[in-house]
C-alpha cells in the first residue's frame, strides 16, 4: 500500500474596496425602474372612502332612548307588557 500524503485546503480570498462592483449594474436598473414606479404613482392604492356603513334612520332616531323601561308603560311592545304581567302576577 501507497502511502497517502494529507494537505490541508487552501483557501484564497480576495479583498475589494467596493464588494457590491459585481451587481452594480442590476442594483442600478432596479433602482431606477423603482424611481420611475414611485413618480409615476404606479402601485397599490388604498380604498379611501368610508369604510363603516350609515346607522340605519330607524335606529339612529332610536338610540337617544336609553331602554324599553325608560318609555312610559303606554308606549312599551305589547308582548313584553304581557310577559311583565304575567310574570309578575305570580
Known sequence: ??????????????????PWSGVQPAL???????LGQFTNDVGYHPYGGN???PLNSALNTGLPRNTISALPISTA???????????TAC
Open 1 to 18: 500500500m501507497g502511502g497517502s500524503s494529507s494537505q490541508a485546503p487552501t483557501q484564497t480570498s480576495q479583498a475589494t474596496a467596493d
Open 28 to 34: 442600478s436598473t432596479l433602482y431606477s425602474n423603482t
Open 51 to 53: 369604510l363603516q356603513a
Open 77 to 87: 311592545h305589547p308582548v313584553l307588557m304581557t310577559r311583565v304581567r304575567s310574570a
